[in-house]
């Protein structure tokens, strides 16, 4: 099925630092998604986008919708060692409004 | 309130058993989702329900079997399963609007080993 590719997979920061990762598609999407997964738990939504060049921030974390509609990314300053786990992205496509199209997920570790 | 609930937390069940997963939403949701989850990976839509009917099954094997008694209540009975069905199950709730802004919550999952 279709993904997004999503980047880094994997990340290691000393605590304090600032992360950046990103989503790209091929096609258009209406609206990304951004969640965070601790083990053995679901996900956590971060923040929702819905527009095109829409900026959005949640506490420490900023995520944009890309003017293409083709790309979304997900700042995280300052980390700190709660902010451990797996951050997905997902997207819905036009016209599908129920199924999720998600990345691979990137995995923080932070260094306290 | 954004919760999704879901019980059980961990399920361990044989072959031959029949068990059932539980997933309750009170915040007027009409869709309710069930995802299979393994580790490291995205989660895999299963089935979707949209006002109590079930609106897509993602070619599911029978032995997974969900319902819908009302709309806030999502059930997915299990019967007969394989060692490689244990994953994490998580249910999900979204408004339904019919139109963009879907979001989609989700449950904390019930963690299944099929022995």
């Known amino acids: 099925g279709q993904q997004l590719n999503q980047s880094p997979q994997s990340m290691f920061i000393q605590e304090g630092e600032d992360v950046s990762m990103n989503c790209t598609s091929s096609s258009i999407f209406n609206t990304w998604l951004w969640y965070k997964q601790d083990p053995g738990e679901g996900p956590v939504l971060l923040i929702a986008l819905y527009k095109a060049g829409e900026l959005t921030s949640n506490g420490r974390l900023t995520a944009q919708f890309g003017i293409t509609r083709k790309d979304s990314f997900l700042n995280i300053s300052a980390s700190i060692p709660s902010d451990v786990g797996i951050y997905f992205c997902a997207g819905l496509n036009a016209g599908n409004n129920r199924k999720l199209i998600w990345g691979l997920g990137t995995s923080l570790a932070v260094n306290p | 309130d954004t919760e999704v609930t879901q019980t059980p937390k961990h399920l361990v069940m044989g072959m031959t058993n029949k068990k059932s997963l539980k997933c309750e939403q009170h915040?007027?949701?009409?869709?309710m989702y069930w995802y299979k989850q393994k580790a490291k990976k995205p989660p895999e839509l299963m089935f979707v329900?949209?006002?109590?009917?079930?609106?897509i099954n993602e070619s599911v094997p029978s032995r997974f079997s969900p319902e819908c008694p009302n709309s806030s209540l999502l059930n997915l009975h299990l019967h007969a399963l394989q060692p490689e069905d244990s994953a994490l199950y998580l249910c999900?709730?979204?408004?339904?609007?019919?139109?963009?802004?879907?979001?989609?919550?989700f449950g904390p999952g019930t963690r299944l080993l099929v022995l």
């Open positions: 329900y949209s006002y109590e009917k079930l609106s």
């Open positions: 999900a709730s979204s408004r339904e609007t019919g139109g963009i802004q879907e979001t989609q919550y």
């Open positions: 915040m007027g949701h009409r869709a």
